[in-house]
């Protein structure tokens, strides 16, 4: 069993940023990839970041340079600090493993974009 607990979502202006958590619980996962996901609308989910250690890490050119991944080992969190933020960044964004767990995904947390 593994728990992934996303926050820190919510709205905001289009350039202004926004902090994810990511807390993982019920598994050691230190030795996995934990990767941020987004959902939007009528679309399919799509990865947008993963990591497994600090400089082993991947963007989507969607987000690159513009949002940073980072993993703190000891609180067994993942964070995803998003800025200039844009509309099309609107979506629910979940974390899981990479490749995902399809029986482990959180609820999520909502992201809106806009002015």
């Known amino acids: 069993q593994v728990q992934f607990v996303e926050s820190g979502g919510g709205l905001v202006q289009p350039g202004g940023s926004l902090r994810l958590s990511c807390v993982v619980s019920?598994?050691?996962?230190?030795?996995?990839?934990i990767a941020w996901y987004r959902q939007a609308p009528g679309t399919q989910r799509d990865m947008v970041a993963h990591?497994?250690?600090?400089?082993?890490?991947w963007y989507s050119n969607d987000v690159k340079g513009r949002f940073t991944i980072s993993r703190d080992h000891a609180k067994n969190t993942v964070y995803l600090q998003m800025d200039s933020l844009k509309p099309e960044d609107t979506a629910v964004y979940y974390c899981?493993?990479?490749?995902?767990?399809?029986?482990?995904w959180g609820q999520g947390t909502q992201v809106t974009v806009s002015s």
């Open positions: 019920g598994r050691n996962v230190s030795g996995n990839i």
């Open positions: 899981n493993r990479f490749p995902y767990w399809d029986e482990y």
């Open positions: 990591i497994i250690r600090g400089s082993n890490i």
